[in-house]
């Protein structure tokens, strides 16, 4: 059984920051891309930034430049620092991770359960 525990949301105003984290836990082989998507309320859910297990990283556009994406494979922990925060940035932030549960399976993705952030103007 694996789980991806999410935290870090809150209530924020706009320029602020925040710090999500997310840990995958149980009978964990390896993690491959890990993430974070959002949706907000009326919206379809969208990525806002990968990172593979070697670091390199993909960001949207409405986010670059104001969050940052980075990993501890060691702890199986990826996080999200968001700065300059926007009251769009509202929504609830969901983690992604493809992990592989044994060395020959194929990776199968996981979903956390979801944080809010909401962002006052």
């Known amino acids: 059984q694996v789980q991806l525990v999410e935290s870090g949301g809150g209530l924020v105003q706009a320029g602020g920051s925040l710090r999500l984290a997310c840990v995958a836990s149980?009978?964990?082989?390896?993690?491959?891309?890990m993430g974070w998507y959002r949706q907000a309320p009326g919206k379809e859910r969208e990525l806002v930034a990968r990172?593979?297990?070697?670091?390199?990283?993909h960001y949207a556009d409405s986010v670059k430049g104001r969050f940052t994406i980075s990993r501890d494979n060691a702890k199986n922990t990826v996080y999200l620092q968001m700065n300059s925060l926007k009251p769009e940035d509202t929504a609830v932030y969901y983690c992604?991770?493809?992990?592989?549960?044994?060395?020959?399976?194929?990776?199968?993705?996981?979903w956390g359960q979801g944080t809010q952030v909401t962002v006052s103007s």
């Open positions: 149980g009978s964990i082989f390896s993690i491959n891309d």
């Open positions: 992604n991770a493809d992990i592989r549960l044994y060395p020959l399976r194929r990776p199968d993705d996981y």
């Open positions: 990172i593979d297990s070697g670091g390199s990283t």
